[in-house]
Nanobody
Framework: QVQLVESGGGLVQAGGSLRLSCAASRLTFSDYNMGWFRQAPGKEREFVAAINWSGGFTVYGDPVKGRFIISRDKAKNTVYLQMDSLKPEDTAVYYC????????????????WGQGTQVTVSS
């Protein structure tokens, strides 16, 4: 089955940057839309960003618009999330997801998930 492995999380001060990576395997990467979601303690999972199978379309959640950028490298089967101007409220476990359904912000359209990587932003 599809395997997704996130990396790049860590502890950063407010205003800092991190770049998350998600290495995908056991799939035809160019057939899949890719997304990033996050979940903070005690909160529901939240959509962060998505990029369609070709890389030609991206969509962002309102809290991260203008600060985060999603991209994909088909040669490396990897999707990235560049996170700038980080805020304490960005603290969460970040999950990578892959799907072949509609290109959307809904987790229901993604059927493969990584194990998550922790991002902590200190004030």
């Amino acid at each position: 089955q599809v395997q997704l492995v996130e990396s790049g999380g860590g502890l950063v001060q407010a205003g800092g940057s991190l770049r998350l990576s998600c290495a995908a395997s056991r799939l035809t990467f160019s057939d899949y839309n890719m997304g990033w979601f996050r979940q903070a303690p005690g909160k529901e999972r939240e959509f962060v960003a998505a990029i369609n199978w070709s890389g030609g379309f991206t969509v962002y959640g309102d809290p991260v618009k203008g600060r985060f950028i999603i991209s994909r490298d088909k040669a490396k089967n990897t999707v990235y999330l560049q996170m700038d101007s980080l805020k304490p409220e960005d603290t969460a476990v970040y999950y990578c997801a892959a799907g072949q359904k509609s290109f959307s912000k809904s987790g229901r359209d993604y059927n493969s998930w990584g194990q998550g990587t922790q991002v902590t932003v200190s004030s």
